[in-house]
């Protein structure tokens, strides 16, 4: 049932392309395998602090910087469920404006990245990226 | 008569002015330290003649200038090379770059510097004939701490960044939560993806994706627009940023070393090793204002011995090992600075010249206006006792005295 992750990887591919919002579903199956996330912040020497509610709670409160990867819980429980992530990228390194988000999703029917990118405009500008998922079963 | 007066204190100061002319102005600590590119410095390159890409782009575009378009071994070419930094360190954000732990530490400090000189080179030093390559690492063992006010500010842009992400999360979810048309083209989404077994690349199922990405992002901006604490907090946030400068304090140690080849009528079957040296820095510098540095040095034939400033050696393979401390104290409340300053030099395979040691202690009160008085006091390499005061200083306040009359 489970594939190798790098396999089938797949990468909503926003390289080039400035994008601070994401709505999408993420397909699970009935098991009780942990789906689990994870978040990469760029570009380096920038800061970063992560909000994260699933369908009502309130799972992640001010957690600095990168988020290593964490179970949400098993593809049956978060059948029908939300989850809302928000991230402000603050621009504190000196050489580059570019703000960066990865999420990967990680234990469902196939693994996920979605990438999130923008250049602010100023020096210490920040960038607001915002992403809503829903967890569906066929 | 003001100038005949100048003109006097001149004269006068200017005999004492020879005896500054010591080793304490010919010898300096700071020759032990380590270079920025180990094995640049090994193979005798300007700094400004070092390649430091910062992404794999910029390497690619050096390496392929240095060989002619990937069709001639560069010849005279030096590179540092930051691996972390190169492959532009994922995820590295400012809380980070506050670790200790000996594997953050390495990583993000980590270089890899590599020279190669050919025949083409213009330098006596070097054989035509042969081909010189080096190689050569550089890290941090351990390093300072980020300052009270880095830390200060750090702090504040965390808190401030997280009552944004956490307001606009809340609001955002309760927003899309109660919008008909959001929940509309979710439930639109769900049937489409039932229809289609899953497929989630199905044009239509990216069309109402696209669609609520669309309304999601229109209803972000609203709620930043709208409400006025989140506004007035991202313009302090802003503020803080601009503000923000990393500054360390702390105890730290860092490592470099290196090595040249030598490849004989340039056949890499026939190598030998032409010079080689390891560096070591440790210290700290604290906000109290007390520093400390120590330098350590190894050498494998060096260009110029530091102990043999005579130039009396002139045999190959020597090794020399060279050390030196100093101890600064420098309140920022106070105008008295003292420090004290050692060094060792020796050659390490030649009985020729003995080790030997210099020790010196300087005090320094600033009396303002650009007036300074200081002292020195210590032992020469020789084992001669020196003292002497800072010249400069006392023109200065000759100068004082005579405005006053």
Request: glycine residues 2%; charged residues 25%; aromatic residues 8%.
């Given at each position: 049932m489970?594939?190798?992750?790098?396999?089938i990887a797949k990468t909503i591919d926003a390289d080039f392309e400035e994008k601070t919002t994401l709505d999408t579903v993420y397909l699970i199956d009935g098991s009780n395998r942990e789906v689990t996330l994870e978040i990469i912040i760029g570009a380096p020497g920038q800061t970063a602090v992560t909000d994260i509610i699933l369908q009502d709670n309130n799972i992640v409160k001010g957690k600095k910087g990168s988020i290593k990867e964490f179970p949400l819980g098993t593809n049956k429980?978060?059948?029908?469920?939300?989850?809302?992530?928000?991230?402000?990228?603050?621009?504190?390194?000196?050489?580059?404006?570019?703000?960066?988000?990865i999420i990967r999703l990680r234990g469902g029917l196939m693994f996920i990245e979605y990438k999130l990118f923008k250049i602010v405009k100023e020096e210490g500008d920040s960038a607001i990226f915002t992403s809503v998922i829903e967890f569906f079963k066929i | 008569m003001k100038s005949i007066c100048f003109l006097i204190a001149a004269v006068i100061i200017s005999f004492p002015a020879f005896s500054q002319e010591d080793d304490t102005t010919k010898i300096k600590l700071d020759l032990l330290r380590a270079p920025s590119s180990p094995a640049a410095n090994l193979l005798d390159f300007a700094v400004s003649d070092i390649e430091k890409p910062s992404d794999v782009?910029?390497?690619?575009?050096?390496?392929?200038?240095?060989?002619n378009s990937n069709s001639l071994l560069p010849s005279h070419y030096a590179v540092d090379l930051a691996p972390f930094w190169l492959f532009r360190g994922k995820g590295l954000t400012t809380d980070k770059m506050d670790s200790r732990k000996f594997s953050d530490v390495f990583r993000q400090t980590f270089v890899f510097s590599t020279a190669v000189r050919g025949s083409d080179s213009s330098?006596?030093?070097?054989?035509p004939a042969n081909f010189y390559s080096s190689f050569g690492i550089k890290f941090s063992i351990k390093r300072g701490s980020f300052s009270k006010r880095t830390s200060e500010t750090l702090d504040t842009i965390t808190l401030l960044a997280g009552q944004i992400a956490s307001d606009v999360n809340a609001t955002l979810k309760a927003t899309l939560d109660s919008s008909s048309e959001y929940q509309a083209l979710a439930e639109a989404r769900r049937n489409k993806l039932i229809a289609n077994g899953g497929?989630?690349?199905?044009?239509?199922v990216v069309a109402i994706s696209k669609k609520m990405t669309n309304l999601q992002e229109s209803f972000r901006t609203k709620i930043i627009g709208e409400k006025e604490l989140l506004r007035s907090r991202l313009a302090l946030l802003k503020q803080k940023a601009q503000s923000f400068k990393i500054e360390r304090f702390g105890f730290f140690i860092d490592f470099a070393g290196g090595v040249t080849l030598e490849f004989v009528d340039k056949l890499f079957s026939r190598s030998n090793v032409h010079n080689g040296g390891a560096w070591l820095t440790f210290g700290g510098n604290y906000e109290s204002g007390f520093s400390i540095l120590g330098l350590a040095r190894y050498l494998y034939n060096p260009d110029k011995i530091f102990a043999d400033n005579a130039g009396v050696i002139k045999t190959s393979n020597i090794s020399t090992l060279d050390a030196g401390a100093r101890i600064i104290y420098n309140s920022p409340m106070s105008r008295f600075a003292l420090s004290g300053e050692g060094i060792y030099r020796s050659v390490l395979n030649k009985q020729t010249i003995d080790?030997?040691?210099?020790?010196?202690?300087?005090?320094?009160?600033?009396?303002?206006n650009n007036q300074r008085l200081t002292f020195s006091f210590g032992r020469h390499f020789s084992g001669t006792i020196t003292k002497g005061g800072n010249v400069i200083a006392a023109l200065n306040f000759l100068k004082g005295f005579g405005n006053r009359r």
């Open positions: 489970a594939k190798s992750a790098k396999s429980a978060l059948n029908g469920k939300k989850i809302f992530i928000t991230t402000v990228v603050t621009d504190t390194a000196r050489d580059t404006n570019n703000t960066e988000e | 782009s910029a390497f690619m575009a050096s390496l392929q200038s240095a060989t330098s006596k030093e070097y054989d497929n989630i690349d199905d044009p239509e080790p030997s040691w210099r020790l010196v202690v300087n005090a320094e009160y600033d009396l303002g």
